[in-house]
């Protein structure tokens, strides 16, 4: 076995400086047939290094070299394990008493680790700061947990009420297919052959490294309030600790409209002594004359005092203590402010281990959710009333596909809910192994989360179909639509089941594991991100999860007061929608036009393999780069500029000025990408003298982490294939080309201007004046 360490060099005499080297002795390491490396006896090696005991390195340091070899603990050999190779040391002709004395010597065991990873993955983390997956499914679990979140189950529902039910699947799944997948495929393959952050990942057009930064700011602030409705559901799991749930009935904290019973919601009124009057009301002869005793007519009763639920008026009056507007805030919510405390502890400590302990988490926090909906769903499905919902959920009114806010709420929640243009999918996929399939994980998880959504749909909608059915109102008016929609309904399907607390806190308890999901990967992007700009801090990466979660806190004590869901209402709709579809837009565009679709497919072919489906399929994700998924988004860009929709919460209408602070949001955002190109052309260009084309060449150390891996692919720099980087360098040529000519012409016609204005100033020579005479 051949042993490539300091110990052989040191052995062999290989060990050098500039002014003296280490004497050539007559002592040499051989190998015998079996490739066992034999070992000079003790007496040469005593020789040898006496005059090797003193040696200097080029850098002036001593180097002490041991009679005999053993392992010290506190040297990494370059990632040997020399307490493994030793043994197969045999050392001179007296091989049995020299290895006698050698290997009987106490070696010192392999120093434990805490981690999960195998020793190819501690050996990569060794050599590049970076962690891997350890297992084989926690990539797929991860990313699934990631996507499958508040965002499915909390967003779409609420989403799908507010434009006409059914018809929202129709630009959803088709907004799935044309901008979903190809941009999930497109971030994974480029995590994954990168191996590096959302920054990082763009060195090959320098110029673009800005996205990263503008996703992780579209990070933070989601998961803010994602960490918001997280606290609201550990506030929830606690208040499900007593044998009768609170929001079951009408308390103290009931409104006027609260209902609890809607067996006497209306009446017959067709008993004796009674009159049904025609606006609605039933009356009973008394001594004193007609006395109510209550509504035979649906729609009078509900134009007269709407119908509120428990659950409605326990979670706005109750949990919130929800002030009239965005501006009123004069409270703060301490239940709220220790849940959000407890929130980022949970966090926290979830992180501070690295991915090594994220990754195994995901595997129960992604699949306990489908239970807790199946539960739900099949108790739904069975109470009366519930084909209402399941019709207005499943039939589209597609006079509404006219209505462009139907189409950007679709794609707003396709970004949204597969968390595209967010920088987690590069983050988790950066953990992949270099040559892990990527085309089954894309269209695994990204239809699984469509699914699930779709799944939540039918839950919550079997339940607001019941409540149609007892309160005789319409679905769309059962509950008032936003945010909130989920903390309304869930709650009180919960209470339609035998042992409702035990199903609240098996139910509170999924949306737990539901926003840890989300949280990890957002608040893991965000670490990326400054650890791979500062290498340094890669060392204190616990430290900088502290600081990160820490902000983040203070930050989200503002969605704590009396005016938080407002904020939160704000945020979901100035965070994502602009900076997602712009992110998105400046991906394809960097891939197929300035670095080459077909360099990245050579690209995936290094990497994957020429047989990989992901590459035979390459050209349908090569077409939606290059046309479909870019006029896709810029369309939608127009059309939602041209008619932006109102910000509304239930029947309040926002001030003017969200507006402005939420176009500010938008621009503080998307300033990462600004921002960056300017200090790379004031860099590139300015201060190191580069010509424009490094603004969009790869760097240096574009490709793949790993040497090993880069060997694989072989790069031209500065040759790009981008059909724009082409284009303009074909204009660029017919310009020079141009410039030269016309300056060529213009320094043949100063010279025969010289020419002639030398000949008129000459005298004529004698010859000539003979001619002339």
């Not at 002036?60 to 020399?82: C, E, K, R, W």
């Not at 493994?84 to 065991?109: K, L, M, W």
């Not at 208040?239 to 409104?255: I, M, N, P, Q, V």
Request: proline residues 4%.
């Amino acid at each position: 076995m051949l042993v490539l360490d300091p110990l052989k060099r040191a052995l062999v005499g290989e060990i050098s400086s500039d002014n003296n080297q280490i004497p050539n002795t007559t002592t040499r390491i051989s190998q015998d047939s079996r490739g066992v490396i034999q070992l000079p006896s003790g007496d040469e090696i005593s020789s040898t290094t006496a005059n090797i005991d003193h040696i200097k390195n080029r850098y002036g340091q001593q180097i002490y070299i041991n009679t005999y070899p053993q392992y010290d603990p506190n040297v990494s050999y370059h990632g040997y394990d020399l307490s493994r190779d030793i043994s197969e040391y045999q050392f001179g002709a007296n091989n049995g008493h020299n290895q006698q004395n050698t290997t009987n010597r106490p070696v010192p065991a392999p120093r434990k680790t805490h981690s999960n990873y195998s020793s190819e993955s501690e050996l990569v983390k060794s050599k590049n700061g970076r962690e891997q997956w350890s297992g084989r499914f926690d990539f797929f679990f991860s990313s699934l947990g990631y996507a499958v979140g508040f965002g499915a189950v909390w967003r779409f529902p609420y989403l799908c009420y507010r434009n006409g039910g059914g018809v929202f699947l129709i630009p959803y799944i088709t907004l799935l297919f044309l901008l979903g997948i190809p941009l999930f495929y497109l971030e994974v393959n480029l995590g994954q052959f990168t191996s590096q952050g959302p920054v990082q990942c763009w060195r090959m057009a320098p110029i673009f490294k800005g996205l990263g930064i503008s996703m992780s700011l579209m990070s933070f602030f989601l998961t803010v309030y994602y960490a918001m409705l997280l606290a609201y559901s550990i506030l929830y799991l606690i208040l499900s600790f007593r044998s009768k749930l609170e929001w079951t009935t009408c308390g103290s904290w009931a409104s006027a409209n609260c209902t609890d019973d809607f067996s006497t919601f209306v009446m017959r009124c067709n008993y004796e002594n009674t009159y049904k009057d025609p606006n609605g009301r039933c009356y009973t002869w008394t001594d004193q004359g007609l006395t109510q005793i209550g509504w035979w007519d649906v729609q009078s009763r509900i134009q007269y005092r709407k119908p509120v639920l428990p659950t409605d008026d326990y979670f706005n009056n109750y949990i919130l203590n929800k002030s009239p507007g965005m501006g009123f805030i004069s409270t703060m919510e301490w239940p709220l402010v220790l849940c959000l405390l407890a929130a980022w502890v949970l966090v926290f400590i979830c992180l501070c281990r690295g991915i090594k302990t994220s990754g195994k988490v995901v595997y129960f926090t992604a699949v306990f959710p489908y239970v807790i909906l199946l539960i739900l769903g099949i108790r739904g499905w069975t109470l009366p009333g519930m084909s209402r919902g399941i019709y207005f959920y499943m039939k589209p009114d597609l006079s509404r596909l006219a209505d462009q806010r139907v189409w950007n709420d679709a794609a707003n929640q396709i970004f949204f809910v597969l968390s595209v243009a967010y920088g987690g999918l590069i983050t988790l996929s950066s953990y992949n192994k270099f040559t892990r399939s990527t085309l089954g994980n894309a269209l695994v998880i990204s239809i699984t989360n469509v699914l699930t959504s779709i799944f939540a749909g039918f839950v919550i909608f079997a339940y607001l179909g019941y409540l149609s059915y007892m309160t005789g109102q319409e679905v769309q008016d059962v509950v008032s639509e936003g945010p909130g929609l989920a903390f309304i309904v869930y709650p009180y399907a919960v209470t339609t089941l035998p042992g409702a607390p035990f199903w609240s806190i098996l139910f509170f308890f999924m949306l737990i594991l539901l926003g840890l999901d989300s949280v990890f990967a957002s608040v893991e992007t965000i670490v990326v991100v400054i650890t791979d700009q500062i290498h340094g801090l890669r060392r204190y990466n616990t430290l900088v999860i502290l600081v990160v979660c820490i902000a983040m806190f203070a930050l989200g004590l503002l969605l704590c007061t009396d005016a938080g869901i407002y904020w939160i209402t704000f945020l979901d709709q100035f965070t994502g929608s602009y900076p997602a579809f712009v992110i998105g837009l400046l991906e394809c565009i960097c891939i197929a036009y300035i670095y080459g679709s077909n360099r990245f497919r050579a690209d995936l072919i290094a990497m994957l393999g020429s047989k990989d489906y992901g590459v035979r399929l390459y050209r349908i994700f090569q077409i939606c780069w290059l046309f479909i998924t870019p006029m896709l988004i810029i369309a939608l860009i127009i059309f939602t500029s041209i008619n932006y929709p109102s910000l509304k919460l239930g029947r309040y209408n926002f001030p003017s000025w969200s507006y402005k602070l939420g176009w500010g949001l938008t621009g503080l955002i998307l300033s990462g990408i600004v921002f960056y190109a300017i200090y790379a052309i004031i860099y590139l260009l300015l201060v190191k003298r580069n010509s424009w084309r490094a603004l969009i060449s790869p760097e240096q150390k574009w490709g793949p982490l790993l040497e090993q891996n880069r060997k694989k692919v072989s790069y031209y720099y500065g040759r790009q294939q981008g059909a724009l980087v082409s284009l303009f360098d074909r204009l660029t040529k017919r310009t020079s080309s141009r410039d030269t000519l016309a300056r060529s012409k213009s320094i043949d016609t100063s010279i025969n201007e010289k020419e002639e204005s030398i000949s008129t100033t000459r005298p004529p020579s004698r010859i000539g004046s003979e001619s002339a005479v």
